[in-house]
């Protein structure tokens, strides 16, 4: 595969508080220098970048995937607010397809801020089968619901969760996320991921 195309659809940048370095600018020139036609933006539980993510992208010449790695409350609700199970969450990668998925992820952000805050904004099913029209999901890192599972040897679970995602998003709109950054908890989980 040539260097321009691949597409980074996880990317963290400065926005993703308390856990991405990586300035917009900088990445848009990183990006158009190795002929990149297009970048993701998926900062941890916010949106606050999409509009200076967009514009730079817009003049770098590249095409802005705009998403978001959300904290999702799997197993329960992002209403709950007490210590027992209230700080269990995932992280699952999204990506607005089109406008109506930005509209839809813009609302899912907004929701996980206005009610679902509890140590971190969460979303949960309910909320994430609400919005998932025009938005494009993924297993996410060690910490996504699939990957979790797997660490577990629970492959039933894993396999249950899938089923569920895929109902929500259809085949065309949910994918395997592989990462391999030499850690040896996702040299495990590469050969259940795929």
């Not at 158009?32 to 003049?59: I, R, S």
């Amino acid at each position: 595969m040539e260097k321009h195309n691949f597409v980074h659809l996880h990317v963290h940048t400065d926005y993703s508080l308390l856990d991405g370095a990586a300035r917009i600018d900088r990445l848009m020139a990183r990006a158009q220098g190795l002929g990149m036609k297009a970048l993701a933006m998926t900062d941890h539980g916010n949106l606050f970048g999409a509009v200076d993510f967009y514009q730079t992208a817009q003049k770098a010449g590249i095409k802005p995937l705009i998403g978001c790695e959300i904290y999702l409350a799997y197993s329960g609700s992002r209403l709950e607010k007490s210590e027992k199970g209230a700080r269990k969450y995932h992280h699952m990668g999204l990506i607005a397809q089109d406008l109506q998925g930005y509209y839809h992820l813009s609302q899912l952000i907004s929701d996980a801020h206005l009610r679902g805050v509890y140590y971190k904004p969460r979303a949960d099913m309910e909320t994430l089968e609400r919005y998932s029209k025009g938005l494009i999901g993924f297993t996410g890192c060690m910490q996504g619901v699939v990957p979790y599972f797997l660490l577990q040897d629970d492959w039933k679970q894993a396999r249950e969760a899938m089923e569920r995602f895929i109902a929500i998003f259809g085949r065309d709109r949910f994918f395997v996320e592989l990462q391999d950054h030499g850690i040896p908890e996702q040299k495990k989980l590469l050969p259940g991921l795929i």
